[in-house]
């Protein structure tokens, strides 16, 4: 069988400091050691605890899939850090594994693959811009006080935190517009990692037209892209655990904005099994900036877009 494995594998060679997209070269060559710079990518999975990667893959056609063994993980270079400020670690914790800007390096493409989004087991996702990247520093985490994932303690919810969790050596938050504060984004469960652009992902949701960086609806942009995009999609893009695309948002800001806004700051009080974490700091104001924000998409996009007809019968359940 470990003969077989060197045809099966598959290795990016990085020749670093080339610019531009040329700078890969994809090709199957034996693996005899572990040179900087090299890692090894399988077209199939070897088990439910692999690493899958997709999106803009260096060298390889848009949506190819791939999967990186978590011990392939482990013998990369790892960075080690003391951790106190994350919540889903009980008081000081050593973690190690690899940073997220490390795996873009290697993974994504150099000329404009500048997001990475991590999927989880329920649907929830973390997106990682370059400012976020640049700020923040966050790890794949591989081992949690010097022990694999199979010793790892469970999460709040009682459920797994592998096969990957996402933290950070330390948090200070970078921004805030409004009462909203840039969040420290930390899912465990992490499945996937997808290697994307920007433009592309924060397009499907920025909001149509010109708007001015203080206007309320670009704020209500600025928020709805760090904190509901992680669990409400649109076409696609966002995690999905919520059930309720951006659509059926917009069409609850549009017709019953009490409700809307209720809902945010405190979901369990319109609906006593509410899933959806409370937002109790926002204020008036940035209530009404998402709000102004989500309206947008109710008229100007579901008057004409397919996506709205996607979408009608969950709008009309939302308006009843
Ligand atoms: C951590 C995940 C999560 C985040 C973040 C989140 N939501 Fe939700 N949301 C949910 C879930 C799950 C539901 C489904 C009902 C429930 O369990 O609360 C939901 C339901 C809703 C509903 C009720 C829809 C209906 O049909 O009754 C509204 C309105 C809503 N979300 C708005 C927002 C807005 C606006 C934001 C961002 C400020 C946001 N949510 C952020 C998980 C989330």
Redesign the pocket.
């Known amino acids: 069988m470990t003969a077989l494995r060197p045809l099966i594998w598959f290795t990016l060679l990085i020749l670093p400091g080339l610019p531009g997209a040329v700078s890969c070269a994809l090709t199957a060559v034996q693996q005899t050691e572990q040179p900087s710079g090299w890692t090894i990518l399988h077209a199939e999975r070897s088990s439910a605890g692999d690493l899958e990667i997709g999106g803009e893959l260096a060298g390889l056609p848009l949506g190819t899939v791939r999967y990186i063994r978590y011990e392939d993980l482990l013998a990369m270079p790892q960075e080690a850090y003391s951790v106190t400020d994350d919540e889903n670690f009980k008081g000081k914790t050593e973690i190690s594994g690899v940073s997220l800007t490390a795996l873009a390096k290697l993974f994504g493409q150099a000329t404009h693959s500048d997001l990475i989004v991590a999927i989880c087991y329920d649907k929830?996702r973390s997106n990682y811009s370059r400012d976020y990247l640049a700020a923040h520093h966050p790890l794949l985490v591989l081992k949690i006080n010097g022990q694999m994932r199979d010793k790892w303690p469970a999460s709040e919810y009682d459920t797994s935190m592998g096969p990957y969790l996402i933290s950070h050596p330390t948090f200070k938050p970078l921004f805030s517009v409004l009462s909203h504060k840039d969040e420290p984004q930390v899912p465990f469960g992490v499945t996937r990692l997808e290697f994307r652009s920007e433009a592309v992902v924060f397009g499907t949701i920025s909001p149509a037209g010109k708007w001015d960086e203080q206007s309320p609806v670009w704020q209500g942009y600025r928020?709805?892209r760090e904190?509901?995009f992680?669990?409400?999609s649109l076409d696609g893009e966002g995690g999905e655990?919520?059930?309720?695309s951006w659509l059926?948002?917009a069409a609850?800001a549009a017709t019953d904005s009490t409700r809307?806004q209720q809902?945010?700051r405190n979901?369990v009080a319109i609906?006593p099994c509410?899933?959806?974490?409370a937002?109790s700091t926002y204020d008036v104001e940035t209530l009404e900036a998402?709000t102004a924000y989500?309206k947008t998409f109710a008229w100007s996009r579901t008057s004409q877009s397919t996506l709205a007809q996607r979408d009608s019968s969950q709008i009309q359940k939302?308006q009843k």
């Open positions: 929830y928020i709805a904190d509901c992680r669990c409400h655990r919520a059930s309720r059926v948002l609850w809307f809902y945010i979901p609906q509410a899933k959806m974490p937002h998402i989500f939302a």
